[in-house]
Nanobody
Framework: QVQLVESGGGLVQAGGSLRLSCAAS????????MGWFRQGAGKEREFVAC????????AYAESVKGRFTISRDNAKNMAYLQMNSLKPEDTAVYYC?????????????????WGQGTQVTVSS
């Protein structure tokens, strides 16, 4: 098992930036693929971004390409989501997730461990 704790959410104006962090413990972090998902009020959970265990491959939802960047630091057991040019439609609870396969996927079923989520609110 792996435990995940997100931080860095908050309230920001449209056009602003936030950096989400995900701290992992309980399993060799460097073997895990990491993903970020989000769920807006009344909406289903949706894929945002993911990164391979090595950090050498990433994938993004079309809605965030060019604005969000996923990264990781295997020495610190941390994953990050840098969010720039935020829009009101980015408002959601953001979840960090870990996949034991080590390889990127946009499917929530691919991820076995989840954090508790952190709220991101973008005002217009």
């Amino acid at each position: 098992q792996v435990q995940l704790v997100e931080s860095g959410g908050g309230l920001v104006q449209a056009g602003g930036s936030l950096r989400l962090s995900c701290a992992a413990s309980g399993r060799t972090f460097s073997s895990l693929a990491m993903g970020w998902f989000r769920q807006g009020a009344g909406k289903e959970r949706e894929f945002v971004a993911c990164i391979r265990w090595s950090g050498f491959a990433t994938a993004y939802a079309e809605s965030v390409k060019g604005r969000f960047t996923i990264s990781r630091d295997n020495a610190k057991n941390m994953a990050y989501l840098q969010m720039n040019s935020l829009k009101p439609e980015d408002t959601a609870v953001y979840y960090c997730a870990a996949s034991f396969s080590g390889y990127e996927s946009s499917s929530p079923e691919h991820f076995a461990s989840w954090g508790q989520g952190t709220q991101v609110t973008v005002s217009s």
